[in-house]
T-cell receptor
Framework: GAGVSQSPSNKVTEKGKDVELRCDPI?????LYWYRQRLGQGLEFLIY????????KSGLPSDRFSAERTGESVSTLTIQRTQQEDSAVYLC??????????????FGSGTRLTVV | DQQVKQNSPSLSVQEGRISILNCDYT??????FLWYKKYPAEGPTFLISISSIKDKNEDGRFTVFLNKSAKHLSLHIVPSQPGDSAVYFCAASAQEYGNKLVFGAGTILRVKS
């Protein structure tokens, strides 16, 4: 597609429920990243996929968070047993080359998750 | 542990004047710095970057200055336009972090016409 597509754009869920967020990267982009932005804070790195390499999961805040990516296509971020502190905008980004050093990513519009 | 700090939550500037957005960092290993711009309900978009081997990079109305000794960078927008009103994020990258960017909390810029 022309840009990075994320769905849903908004999600309200009850505390304790599981949610699944989807990201469609730009076609041909080998690298995919998940970030989140909680209210009043900067973008917080969650996880990074590069081709068929093992993902860098160092930013996942707890074992309730997991993400998958099939090849160089769609990625899903799953949050189990959601808590109120999980409320944030979850942003997906992709880049044409794994080494973005200075080139930047292309972000999607994000999924706004609200846990009530 | 905020390694990238944008200490001004907001900035208001008159149209046509200069906007200066500031960013400080603590990790001396950072060697690439980027600025992103974000409109409401949209994802951040890449604006301009600078390598640590340079002290200035210019792209049209946008110029980024880097002062490595002070661990400080700034984004200058001249002349400011109402369409520049957005949230601006500073981000940094280091070899030790691979391809991850470390972001600041952002500064809301309002350009008044």
């Amino acid at each position: 597609g022309a840009g990075v597509s994320q769905s849903p754009s908004n999600k309200v869920t009850e505390k304790g429920k599981d949610v699944e967020l989807r990201c469609d990267p730009i076609s041909g982009h080998t690298a995919l990243y998940w970030y989140r932005q909680r209210l009043g804070q900067g973008l917080e790195f969650l996880i990074y996929f590069q081709g068929n390499s093992a993902p860098d999961k160092s930013g996942l805040p707890s074992d309730r968070f997991s993400a998958e990516r099939t090849g160089e296509s769609v990625s899903t971020l799953t949050i189990q047993r959601t808590q109120q502190e999980d409320s944030a905008v979850y942003l997906c980004a992709s880049s044409q080359r794994g080494g973005i050093r200075g080139y930047g990513y292309t972000f999607g519009s994000g999924t706004r998750l609200t846990v009530v | 542990d905020q390694q990238v700090k944008q200490n001004s939550p907001s900035l208001s500037v008159q149209e046509g004047r200069i906007s200066i957005l500031n960013c400080d960092y603590t990790n001396s290993m950072f060697d690439y710095f980027l600025w992103y711009k974000k409109y409401p309900a949209e994802g951040p978009t890449f604006l301009i970057s600078i390598s640590s081997i340079k002290d200035k990079n210019e792209d049209g109305r946008f110029t980024v200055f880097l002062n490595k000794s002070a661990k400080h960078l700034s984004l200058h927008i001249v002349p400011s336009q109402p369409g520049d009103s957005a949230v601006y994020f500073c981000a940094a990258s280091a070899q030790e972090y691979g391809n991850k960017l470390v972001f600041g909390a952002g500064t809301i810029l309002r350009v008044k016409s």
